[in-house]
């Protein structure tokens, strides 16, 4: 009698231990799915992190950091002047088969009147004061933006330039993006360390 006790004693110890095990794993499981479902609520609709390609935006974005995108200001308010967005390439570029995205600054609102002009933009009649560029960085015409011609932004539509305008495809080539194509705006670099923190707001 005393060995089968033993013996049951020892099958209920290791259907404990099973249960136990079994529960941890599944309450691992549950917190792997948990966490998976806020990142994809967080990416879908409230933000996401993008990768600066290239040097259209140098100085103030450089090749290989990484920066989180704000989805959701868009929904609930206007761009503003000033702010760097991430919008999906328009149609005309060649890698918007791959649907790739562009990171640039908003340069003119809807209905604004924009141009270029011995290299400086001016909206509105009006000199950009561009002070987030460095000294000699000019502004060349495009395609669009034609050398002393005012182009008026349509309704609904947004002018994008990048900050390194003699290294940058943009708005003077291929024109005004419109709003639903604007991913979010940039509002945090976190890598490298060396450039964590918030993107600075420009009042142009």
Not at 119 to 129: F, S, T
């Amino acid at each position: 009698m005393i060995g089968g006790k033993l013996k049951i004693m020892k099958i209920e110890k290791r259907k404990d231990a099973g249960f136990a095990l079994g529960s941890f794993i599944l309450e691992f499981v549950q917190s792997i799915v948990l966490a998976l479902s806020v990142f994809v609520i967080l990416y879908l609709f409230v933000t996401q992190p993008n990768e600066v390609k290239g040097s259209s935006m140098l100085p103030n974005f450089v090749d290989g950091e990484f920066l989180l995108t704000d989805k959701v200001s868009y929904r609930l308010g206007d761009p503003k002047r000033g702010d760097v967005v991430v919008f999906k390439a328009p149609p005309s570029e060649p890698c918007s088969e791959n649907e790739c995205e562009y990171i640039k600054r908003i340069i003119g609102l809807p209905g604004d009147k924009v141009m270029v002009k011995e290299a400086h933009v001016y909206v509105n009649g009006k000199m950009l004061p561009e002070n987030f560029l460095p000294e000699g960085f000019g502004t060349q015409p495009g395609a669009y933006s034609l050398e002393g011609v005012e182009k008026i932004v349509p309704e609904g539509y947004y002018l994008c330039f990048g900050d390194n305008r003699t290294h940058s495809r943009d708005g003077r080539e291929f024109g005004p993006v419109e709003k639903g194509a604007i991913v979010g705006k940039a509002f945090f670099k976190y890598w490298p360390p060396a450039v964590w923190g918030l993107v600075p707001k420009l009042g142009l």
